[in-house]
């Protein structure tokens, strides 16, 4: 293969005047988005050659400093969205500026925003120049979200999400892999050879950008093994009679068609599932050739044409079930190009077409006139799919006398169909005469043209209703096609042998297995997006095929660790996950072969991370998936502290940290009290022992308990609350809890302290509040009032666990004498105690000193400093002790709403007849915009947190709307003077009344969710 070669060209027709004018907005910062190619990741340079189609990967990265951000606006004259691009300032503002249209896509599952790029192959010209463009993918929408960084330096994702919203960070890019719909070229025409492969972002310059010189992309490509100026696989389709056979179509999509000559007319024939409305959409580039294409029904009738100058021919038509309809797809004026087909119609039906992979056979001669000879079989594995129709397909037989043979078929459920007699069966005559093979040659029920009417080859479709033999295949209709599939050949006569080389079944029916309510997931770029994680829970997802994967993302909302849980029994297939970086580079995986798997793995906060579900070894199976990143509120640790100043690292991202500090060693025998200096903005700490009075220390065991300030509920339901005051050694300063305690906690106590040693004093403390203040040194002048800034802990008692250790917290009377206190947990290895005095019985400067003996006991004794005399006793005092490991504390699980997947569209909520569902867009990962007409005017309704999500069959979810509906009449912007209403409301609707003049009252939650857009994207 030739060196590639890569070239960064300058967009064409490019107005330099206008991008001046946009530069004198200095305070504007910009995205700067291009094709980002790249070998190492397999950007671009990852073609490959599938049938017709050049297939590759593209990553559009923004190395600009601002974002690319989109977002919808008001619905347009053709059904897709306005899209503005909001441009930010360096001052923190932004301004808006149109720029294009979302559409809803198809293949993708979601709304993108249309004409993001171009992808072109160009012809090299004798000195390596850029030639002409010789076939191209179209200018191709995309949904515009981070997938991985483009600047390693780059900041956190902001865009994970297909809905309204879009865009790509600043340092970061987008990613669409090779296998996705629109990620290749039509070839179809082409020889093999060196060329150009071009990818222009942005081609009608509707972004605003800081660069718009560096928007096209060039890399040289290596055509082998292409189709050349051969047709397309469903050649050769040139006549009613050859038409490819589609079966039953309910929706269908094809890629990579071509009219391949100037002389090729493609045919296809199908028919509809129900009555009703039908669409075809024929997607190709007008300027490469003008195509039109035509519909016709089973008389040979035209029914529909269209006959545009655009790149999107467009055909709806009715449709009735049962009948045949054919769709003809030309060239005008002898022009070639390449297509692709969009079928949609009424119904729940689907149609795949699965090939044998067990070929060659070679099919043995007969014994002599009416002698069989052995009877050769092949097989096919079929769907989970209960047929309502079924098409036996040979695209390669090849025997020459074809009226030797007999054909029959064996379902999974031994149901066997004789398709064709052999004339030399029985006393019988059989349909096929004395030509010779089957080539492309489909076998339906429903075909108009009976196999004994045509020639061999037999290219086209057929029934074979001949003799006693009538609608054979429909033997098969109501079964379920998943098991093995087994056809029957047998020669009946002598001196002709032949070859089963290519057949395939075409099964049309209901899929019993489409997969779970987040599908489409299978690739990166498709990954459901959860959002900014906390706390995810999910039931009833599945690997519904051997090939199904299933992709998520999320963002980590702290730097903690990440427990991911699936949860299946393993009797019913084993399923592994995979955990991978923001780069897609693996960081975890869980592959063991037991029921369910976990596996945890460090996260950081901001950053993006992917799950990659899969089934071991092709294995099926339903999962529940969890995915805890916890919100830690509090760490802990314990060090050895000296007299001498050392720094502590918070160990979390703390906002505003308060810290508590406690010695829990005896090493010596003089009062002593813990400082702390503020060195928070820099993510630590600084800390010493401080003696009260005389006395020295060395070093002793410090405690720590770092916690977020405010109020917070543990994973044991155990509620904590933290703050800080100022506080001084001359009066008592009041602390208020508000409502956050029923009983009465302990509270603890550290002045942020930089001087002589100090401590705190609490009084009255009780479920509402507390008094506290400093307490200087007795030698110290009382008189005088020096002020603290003074960090406070409450904690309601009891015993409670975390993730790492149980704790408990509880008080006890104590007083000079050492006081032994027995706890109800057992603490093993690393261990700490903070402690503080909860009296004021005594007002001498008084500290405790509580630290372990044993694993279940401690020692606690309230210490007098002497500065002042050398009197100790100092009476009783009740202490407040909180016991704990060494580790992290996390807030409660919140209660997890998985993301509204699907578009709201079918069922009325409401119970006026004259309202009518029209259409359906996302606004974000769990909100939909539903819009419902009612005499003539739109209704925008704003549908949020759709749970417990219930499916009813491959199209139809019943969701139960717990969550609200926001009423905004003709407006859709959804501000806050919308109307909110619950869902337990039942009474009329006063926003209606005001809009319409009527009432309506709500009369049910229950609606049905069409699988037809998901803010999911792929």
Request: charged content about 20%; glycine content about 10%.
């Amino acid at each position: 293969m030739p060196t590639r070669k890569n070239t960064r060209v300058k967009k064409s027709q490019f107005d330099f005047g206008k991008l001046e004018r946009r530069n004198m907005l200095a305070n504007d910062v910009l995205p700067d988005v291009f094709a980002w190619e790249s070998e190492e990741r397999g950007y671009l340079h990852d073609y490959y050659v599938e049938g017709e189609l050049l297939r590759f990967s593209t990553a559009f990265a923004n190395q600009g400093a601002g974002h690319l951000e989109v977002f919808g606006g008001e619905p347009t004259d053709n059904g897709n969205q306005e899209v503005f691009q909001r441009i930010y300032d360096d001052e923190g503002g932004f301004r808006d500026r149109l720029a294009g249209e979302f559409t809803y896509h198809e293949g993708h599952g979601h709304i993108h925003f249309d004409g993001y790029a171009i992808y072109n192959l160009r012809e090299i010209g004798p000195a390596g120049e850029v030639g002409d463009i010789l076939a191209t993918g179209g200018k191709i929408s995309f949904c515009l979200i981070d997938i991985t960084r483009y600047d390693d330096d780059a900041g956190a994702s902001n865009y994970g999400s297909c809905g309204t919203t879009q865009g790509v960070s600043a340092g970061w890019s987008d990613v669409y892999g090779s296998g996705l719909s629109d990620q290749w070229i039509n070839i179809s025409g082409i020889d093999d050879g060196d060329y150009y492969l071009e990818v222009v972002t942005d081609p009608e310059d509707k972004l605003l950008e800081s660069d718009e010189t560096n928007n096209t992309t060039i890399i040289t490509v290596t055509i082998e093994g292409g189709p050349g100026a051969n047709g397309d696989r469903l050649e050769p389709n040139n006549s009613f009679t050859a038409g490819y056979n589609m079966g039953i179509v309910s929706q269908r999509s094809e890629e990579g068609l071509s009219i391949h000559t100037d002389q090729d007319v493609d045919y296809y024939q199908f028919a509809a599932a129900e009555a009703g409305e039908f669409s075809v959409q024929l997607d190709f580039s007008h300027q490469l050739g003008n195509l039109d294409a035509f519909v016709y029904d089973s008389n040979l009738d035209l029914v529909t044409s269209a006959e545009s100058l655009t790149d999107l021919e467009i055909l709806e038509f009715d449709v009735l079930p049962g009948q045949a309809y054919f769709l003809q797809v030309l060239g005008v004026d002898g022009a070639t190009n390449g297509y692709g087909l969009e079928m949609s119609g009424p119904g729940d039906l689907i149609t795949t077409t699965i090939p044998s992979t067990d070929i060659p056979v070679n099919i043995p001669d007969g014994e002599g006139a009416g002698q069989a000879g052995d009877t050769i079989t092949s097989t096919i594995e079929g769907p989970d799919i209960t047929l309502t129709d079924l098409n036996l397909l040979f695209q390669d037989l090849d025997h020459t006398w074809m009226a030797d043979l007999s054909i029959a078929l064996i379902s999974p459920a031994g149901t066997r169909a004789h398709i064709i007699r052999s004339d030399y069966e029985g006393s019988g005559e059989g349909p096929l005469g004395g030509g010779d093979n089957f080539t492309n040659t489909t076998l339906d029920d429903q075909a108009p043209t009976n196999i004994s009417d045509a020639d061999a080859p037999y290219t086209g479709s057929f029934n074979v209703n001949f003799g006693d033999i009538s609608n054979p295949l429909s033997a098969f209709n109501g079964e379920n096609a998943l098991g093995t599939w087994t056809v029957e050949i047998t020669d009946w006569y002598s001196a002709d042998t032949g070859t089963l080389r290519e057949w395939g079944l075409m099964f049309t029916g209901i899929d019993n297995n489409p997969g779970d309510v987040l599908e489409q997931n299978d690739a990166f770029p498709q990954a459901t997006d959860l959002g900014t994680i906390g706390y995810y829970s999910h039931a009833d997802l599945s690997i519904h095929d051997d090939a199904d994967v299933d992709f998520f993302r999320f963002t980590a909302q702290d730097s903690t660790h990440a427990q991911i849980d699936l949860t299946y029994a393993i009797a019913d297939g084993n399923v592994d996950f995979i955990v991978y970086d923001s780069d897609q580079q693996e960081i975890g995986r869980a592959d063991k072969e037991n029921d369910n798997e976990t596996l945890r793995v460090d996260v950081v906060a901001g950053e993006l991370y992917f799950i990659e579900v899969l089934g071991a070894n092709g294995n099926t199976n339903t999962y529940d998936l969890t995915i805890d990143v916890p919100d830690m509120v509090a760490n802990s640790g314990i060090i050895e502290a000296t007299p001498d100043w050392q720094w502590v690292p918070l160990g979390g991202n703390f906002e505003s940290p308060v810290v508590m500090a406690s010695v829990t060693s005896t090493r010596s025998s003089a009062p002593v009290t813990v400082d702390i200096v503020d060195d928070f903005s820099n993510g630590g700490f600084q800390i010493r022992i401080n003696t009260l009075g005389d006395g020295q220390h060395t070093s002793e065991s410090v405690s720590y308990f770092v916690v977020e300030e405010g109020t917070h509920t543990l994973r044991d339901g155990t509620v904590i609350a933290a703050g800080q005051s100022s506080i001084s050694n001359g009066a008592w300063n009041n602390v208020e809890f508000g409502n956050t305690f029923d009983t009465t906690p302990i509270v603890l106590g550290q002045l942020l302290n930089d001087g002589e040693a100090v401590t705190t004093r609490f009084d009255g403390i009780s479920e509402s509040g507390f008094d506290w203040r400093s307490q200087l040194q007795e030698s110290t002048n009382e008189g005088s009032s020096v002020s603290h800034t003074g960090q406070w802990l409450a904690i309601e008692l009891g015993t409670g666990s975390t993730e790492h250790t149980n704790f408990e917290v509880g008080t006890a009377k104590v007083s000079s004498g050492v006081r032994e206190i027995e706890l109800l947990n057992t603490y093993l290895g690393r261990k700490n105690v903070l402690a503080s005095i909860q009296t004021f019985n005594n007002s001498d400067t008084v500290t405790t000193r509580t630290a372990f003996t044993k694993s279940r006991n401690l020692n606690s004794v309230l210490q007098e400093e002497t500065s002042a005399d050398s009197e100790t006793d100092h009476g009783s005092e009740w202490i407040g002790y909180f016991v704990f490991g060494v580790g992290a504390f996390y807030a409660e699980v919140p209660q997890s709403t998985p993301p509204l997947t699907k578009r709201i569209i079918a069922d009325n909520p409401f119970a006026a007849d004259d309202f009518t569902p029209v259409k359906s867009k996302a606004v974000d990962s769990k909100t939909e915009l539903v819009s419902f007409s009612r005499a003539g005017q739109i209704v925008p309704i704003k549908v949020q947190n759709v749970n417990n999500s219930r499916k009813i069959d491959n199209t139809t979810v019943v969701a139960d709307l717990s969550g609200a509906i926001k009423l905004a009449g003709d407006r859709t912007d959804f501000d806050s003077s919308a109307d909110l209403i619950k869902r337990t409301d039942r009474q009329d609707f006063d926003s209606i009344d005001n809009a319409f003049g009527s009432d309506t009252e709500l009369d049910a939650f229950d609606v049905k969710v069409k699988r037809e857009l998901s803010p999911i994207r792929g």
